[in-house]
């Protein structure tokens, strides 16, 4: 195994460890660095090696989240591509909530610190959310439900969802019995959010017609 290999092993058993145990309280600020290196299996030292202290840490929690749902929602694309009228909405709903359910930990303690006590922390969600939007709003198919809306604004309305959703995905994730209910609730906001918009550009502009 080269060195970098073994720094991003290290680096990673440092993230695997600060999950299982934030997972367990629901507090990633309580965490002692020591006490992650112990879980991690490295030495205390080892910690500064990759990151300069919790915050970093958390911060690169919520970029590996990131990369997992905005990997997770290239796929829905791909497998989708060529379908110029398909309503993708309902199938990257249900690709975030598949994969909300195979990674608990990263769904419950991103939900956690959304107002959670370390300031890097919240805003590294918060900026994450903004990407998360921005890479649907890339899909042709979602900037066209709403063509007259500026794409901030359109940005924007994706936000509230994401963060809504991410809420919505902790009762997913713990509560198994009420999934379907749940994905159904979470296509109704989806829906009331865009025709809502719509409807606003529809007074606004004069014109009428359905989302």
Do not use: C
Request: aromatic content about 8%; cysteine-free.
């Amino acid at each position: 195994m080269t060195q970098a290999t073994n720094s991003s092993h290290g680096r990673q058993r440092l993230i695997d460890a600060a999950l299982n145990l934030s997972y367990q309280r629901r507090n990633f600020s309580s965490l002692g660095i020591r006490e992650i290196t112990r879980e991690a299996k490295l030495s205390a030292p080892a910690f500064y090696r990759h990151f300069t202290d919790l915050e970093d840490l958390g911060t690169a929690v919520i970029i590996e989240v990131e990369k997992a749902v905005i990997k997770a929602f290239t796929e829905v694309r791909l497998s989708t591509a060529g379908e110029d009228d398909l309503d993708i909405r309902p199938m990257l709903l249900k690709r975030f909530f598949d994969w909300a359910a195979d990674n608990p930990k990263h769904i419950i303690v991103g939900a956690s610190e959304a107002f959670g006590a370390l300031s890097r922390m919240r805003e590294g969600l918060k900026i994450t959310l903004r990407r998360i939007s921005e890479d649907i709003y890339g899909d042709p198919r979602i900037y066209s439900l709403l063509p007259a809306l500026p794409a901030e604004e359109m940005i924007e309305l994706l936000e509230v969802l994401a963060q809504n959703i991410l809420f919505m995905a902790v009762d997913y994730v713990e509560h198994p019995e009420q999934r379907d209910a749940l994905y159904a609730k979470a296509l109704r906001i989806v829906g009331v959010f865009f025709t809502g918009a719509h409807a606003i550009l529809a007074l606004q502009t004069g014109e009428s017609s359905s989302v």
